[in-house]
């Protein structure tokens, strides 16, 4: 699967982004198994969890420090991923990563495929 971010920017404390993911799989067709994630790298920082979906079901998972503020959701006829941000804070500045995999987890090993990444600064 060929996953492509797109949606970053920079924004004020406060404010919202949406990011977006199009999913390219090789055969045409995302499995129903598959969970696809947003994940986030702040500089000099790990990668880290941020939100996950189930790709045949609205079952969702978020990290704490995003819980009420971010929403993941998915367009299946259009292959796309998005990750809704609001109340954005300085904190939540990082490269966002979409990716996709085969295992419901939080850590970036259960997933086999990326995206190249957005950049999302929020100012204070």
């Known amino acids: 699967v060929q996953l492509q971010a797109s949606g970053g920017g920079l924004v004020q404390a406060g404010g919202s982004l949406r990011l977006s993911c199009a999913a390219a799989?090789?055969?045409?067709?995302?499995?129903?198994?598959?969970?696809m994630g947003w994940f986030r790298q702040p500089i000099g920082k790990e990668r880290e969890f941020v939100a996950l979906i189930r790709w045949n079901r609205d079952a969702t998972h978020y990290a704490d420090s995003v819980k009420g503020r971010f929403t993941i959701s998915r367009e299946n006829s259009k292959k796309m991923l998005y990750l809704q941000m609001n109340s954005l804070k300085p904190e939540d500045t990082a490269v966002y990563y979409c990716?996709?995999?085969?295992?419901?987890?939080?850590?970036?090993?259960?997933?086999?495929?990326w995206g190249q990444g957005t950049l999302v600064t929020v100012s204070s």
């Open positions: 990716a996709a995999g085969s295992r419901w987890g939080t850590r970036p090993y259960d997933y086999n495929y």
């Open positions: 799989p090789a055969s045409g067709r995302i499995y129903s198994s598959t969970v």
